[in-house]
């Protein structure tokens, strides 16, 4: 009889790696492999940290004493990489192949693939897999139209950047709930955290979704969300930045860091709380935008959405979820869920791929 009863889960962020084991949907550990600034800015690329990362994530199943051999199945969290449907893939060459590249952006989550692949094929498994990538795109083609051909995206290459793991997690964690199936809600869910993407739900396909990484929707603590294009191009123009320093502004260097000092929500609360009339400001700011964003949606579905579900970090924030519902509990009922599930969704997906149900194949 096989002794194989666990799930690696391994999910790369910018400045730590949370790594968990499960046994089916429960938890074992989980860790927050923590990296800091200073170790990482040693390597040239992310991808250059791919040793550094996989050797945390062994030393820790190591100090939690878990064989090798009692792992069934690892799971990765999915890369920056062409645009695909929604679902469960087998890691093969190309995908690690554009990974490693970063086609789309040299970001954490690429190392995820990779590391959850070596880690797979050295403890003798056939593979690993990744699930519900950011770069998921279900929207139809009229959706894809940015209104001068110049600027369409390339659709062979690039698509929306947003929080699809966790958006889908919440979805199906909420129709569980009702019991109910995810495919037959129509829901709005808003993910804050250091970035912000909500998206429209319609039966189990995200037919709209903001661009989160690179300058749409609302701002969030490091990105600037959308912005005026006369302006941009004015400051593009001036000489005064290079191509990189604009694109730092955009995706790291905006929001609550550009006119605060600080990318940390909790701490621009607390000062809001306290009376700091300019982060009241941004506070007012963000929840009008993410609540603007959330009834832009509504459109889509004609106004037929069954509810709203904000989620991520900023979640935790009573006074900040209390203000964007005020705003939008006229479209349908609102519903909070804290933090992130993302861990917990790959652990389901892998769970389902060792119950049997078939990956899809990365092409």
Same mark, same amino acid.
């Given at each position: 009889m096989s002794n194989k009863k666990y799930t690696l889960v391994i999910n790369p962020g910018a400045t730590s790696t949370k790594a968990a084991v499960y046994e089916g949907e429960t938890e074992v550990f989980t860790e927050n492999l923590s990296h800091p600034?200073?170790?990482?800015? +040693?390597?040239?690329?992310? @991808? =250059?940290?791919? =040793?550094?990362? /996989?050797? $945390?994530?062994?030393?820790?199943?190591?100090?939690?004493?878990?064989?090798? =051999?009692?792992? &069934?199945?690892? %799971?990765?969290?999915?890369?920056?990489?062409?645009p695909c449907e929604s679902g469960c893939y087998r890691v093969n060459e190309l995908m690690k192949q554009e990974c490693h590249d970063g086609i789309q952006g040299k970001h954490a989550c690429n190392l995820g693939a990779l590391i959850s692949d070596s880690i797979a094929r050295e403890i003798g498994l056939e593979c690993a897999y990744i699930a519900d990538p950011g770069i998921v795109d279900e929207r139809p083609e009229f959706a894809k139209i940015s209104g001068h051909p110049v600027f369409d995206l390339? !659709?062979?290459? *690039?698509?929306?950047?947003?929080?699809?793991?966790?958006?889908?997690?919440? @979805?199906?964690?909420? $129709?569980?709930?009702?019991? +109910?199936?995810?495919?037959?809600?129509?829901?709005?869910?808003?993910? %804050?955290?250091?970035?912000?993407?909500?998206?429209?739900?319609?039966?189990?396909r995200v037919v709209e979704v903001n661009r989160a990484l690179c300058g749409l929707g609302a701002f969030s603590p490091t990105r600037c969300?959308?912005?005026? @294009?006369?302006?941009?191009? *004015?400051?593009?123009?001036?000489?005064?930045?290079? !191509?990189?320093?604009?694109?730092?502004?955009?995706?790291a260097e905006g929001g609550f860091v550009a006119y605060l000092g600080t990318n940390d929500? #909790?701490?621009? !609360?607390?000062? @809001?709380?306290?009376?700091? *009339? /300019?982060? +009241?400001?941004?506070?007012?700011?963000?929840?009008?935008?993410?609540?603007?964003?959330?009834?832009?949606?509504?459109?889509?579905?004609?106004?037929?959405?069954?509810?709203?579900?904000?989620?991520?970090?900023? &979640? #935790?924030?009573?006074?900040?979820m209390a203000q964007i519902a005020e705003r939008v509990d006229w479209i349908a009922p609102v519903k909070i869920y804290k933090g992130e599930n993302e861990m917990l969704a790959l652990a389901i997906c892998g769970k389902e791929v060792l119950d049997g149900v078939p990956a899809k194949e990365y092409r």
């Open positions: 600034i200073e170790e990482i800015q +040693k390597y040239k690329e992310v @991808a =250059d940290q791919f =040793d550094y990362r /996989k050797g $945390a994530i062994l030393d820790m199943l190591k100090r939690h004493e878990i064989s090798t =051999d009692s792992i &069934a199945i690892v %799971m990765g969290r999915g890369g920056l990489t062409r390339d !659709e062979r290459v *690039e698509g929306p950047i947003w929080h699809c793991l966790n958006q889908k997690m919440t @979805a199906k964690l909420y $129709a569980r709930e009702l019991g +109910k199936h995810y495919e037959d809600l129509n829901l709005i869910i808003a993910h %804050m955290g250091g970035g912000v993407s909500v998206g429209i739900h319609n039966h189990g969300g959308s912005i005026n @294009a006369s302006k941009l191009i *004015e400051v593009a123009c001036s000489g005064k930045y290079t !191509e990189a320093q604009l694109k730092k502004m955009v995706t929500a #909790y701490e621009v !609360e607390k000062r @809001a709380l306290a009376g700091d *009339e /300019k982060c +009241k400001l941004l506070v007012d700011a963000f929840c009008y935008q993410v609540s603007m964003e959330i009834s832009r949606l509504a459109a889509v579905v004609c106004g037929a959405v069954d509810a709203i579900l904000l989620t991520g970090g900023i &979640a #935790y924030s009573k006074p900040w």
